[in-house]
């Protein structure tokens, strides 16, 4: 069962990003999904599925993509391992701790792509950093958020939910 939801997200997640996203980008920028999902995937069913989840994420989109040949991949296998790592060293992973975390997940993807292309000046480089990775970086972390926050709400799952601890 496991297995076919994970095969479905892979298969479905390159459409959805090419036909549904371009509908919600905020000032021409759109969300990572593929890195979204490797990181909730991680902090959902551990490390080891949100790093093979993720590698199969980022090997789809580096089909469809014209980027360098294996940045997708690490970078989104990289964010399930990293998910899977933060929930099992963190006591509570809220929405706010998952989002700091694909913050900084998709800030170093960003960066990486951005260092990695040929510009002409230092200052179209600062342009590309400050006008796509950390807005980009900030989308992506609202929608790991938004989407954590809607499991929890919707499975009443207790160890990532957000619960009141006083009542």
Not at 58 to 64: A, M
Not at 150 to 165: A, K, S
């Amino acid at each position: 069962m496991k297995l076919l939801l994970y095969a479905m997200l892979v298969v479905f997640l390159v459409p959805l990003q090419a036909t549904l996203l371009p509908h919600l980008a905020i000032w021409d920028v759109r969300p990572d999904l593929g890195l979204v999902v490797a990181a909730l995937i991680g902090v959902l069913a551990g490390e080891l599925d949100g790093l093979l989840v993720g590698l199969a994420i980022g090997w789809v989109l580096n089909l469809y993509s014209a980027g360098d040949l294996w940045l997708n991949l690490l970078t989104t296998g990289g964010a399930g391992l990293f998910g899977g790592l933060l929930a099992r060293h963190v006591a509570e992973v809220t929405p706010t701790v998952l989002s700091v975390a694909v913050l900084v997940l998709s800030l170093a993807g960003g960066l990486v792509a951005v260092l990695g292309m040929k510009h002409g000046t230092i200052s179209d480089t600062w342009w590309m950093v400050q006008s796509v990775v950390v807005p980009q970086a900030c989308f992506d972390a609202a929608v790991a958020a938004a989407l954590l926050w809607l499991l929890g709400q919707r499975f009443l799952m207790q160890r990532f939910g957000v619960v009141d601890r006083y009542s």
